[in-house]
């Protein structure tokens, strides 16, 4: 009689579950950009580009990239697609970069929150120069907007008194050019945007 053989060892396998990694916690979302200004207003003094300077107040909004149109000529507020913030003519907003004044911030949304420079283009010297006194601010309560219309106005007044007294002198009277003079910016007022110059509201109502 032969001796039964021992029972074989029996091995007991457990199965493997995949599991999953842990997930990483999603990233809290960002807070949603202020709305854009209603109204800029760019002051300050100017050698070439003197037209850029004035109310601007928003016409239209393409996601993050606002327009804003001067009150009175033809000139925008735009950001073009390279990343840099120009003062241009209509026709050109949102087809080239084609401008009168520029400039570059990155960290920054809209053109009034940034510190750094703007440059003009100086069509004499055909360069681009930078505007060492000139500021682009927002204007909420619409004081600075106000009081830089209503001097517009009063000098466009003057300009059209002076027309008319030309037309009314006698014909082959000798009459002098009126030449404006060019006062000299304040560097104390352009941290007061409702002084500044040249463009200066308190220093020179008129």
């Known amino acids: 009689m032969q001796t039964p053989l021992a029972a074989l060892p029996v091995h007991n396998w457990v199965r493997a579950e995949l599991v999953a990694p842990p997930k990483s916690p999603a990233p809290p979302p960002s807070p949603p950009s202020p709305p854009p200004p209603a109204t800029l207003v760019l002051s300050g003094e100017l050698t070439d580009q003197g037209a850029c300077l004035g109310v601007y107040s928003l ?4 996601g993050r990239s606002p327009v804003w149109r001067h ?3 033809d000139r925008c507020i735009a950001h073009h697609e390279n990343g840099t913030w120009l003062v241009q003519q209509a026709k050109n907003v949102g087809r080239n970069d084609n401008c ?3 400039f570059s911030d990155p960290s920054v949304v809209f053109p009034h929150l940034s510190a750094l420079p703007w440059e003009e283009f100086d069509s004499d010297a055909q360069s681009w120069v930078r ?6 601010v927002d204007d909420p309560s619409g004081e600075i907007s106000a009081l830089y219309l209503k001097r517009e106005m009063q000098a466009e007044r003057e300009r059209q008194a002076r027309e008319r007294a030309q037309q009314l002198k006698p014909a082959g009277q000798n009459t002098k050019s009126f030449t404006q003079t060019k006062k000299k ?3 104390d007022c352009l ?3 409702l002084r500044g110059g040249s ?3 308190l220093c020179d109502p008129h």
């Open 59 to 62: 016409v239209e909004v393409h």
């Open 131 to 136: 505007a060492h006194v000139f500021q682009c």
């Open 71 to 73: 009150t009175s000529r």
């Open 100 to 102: 009168h004044m520029r």
């Open 191 to 193: 941290a007061d945007p």
């Open 185 to 187: 910016m304040c560097r």
């Open 199 to 201: 463009r200066c509201f």
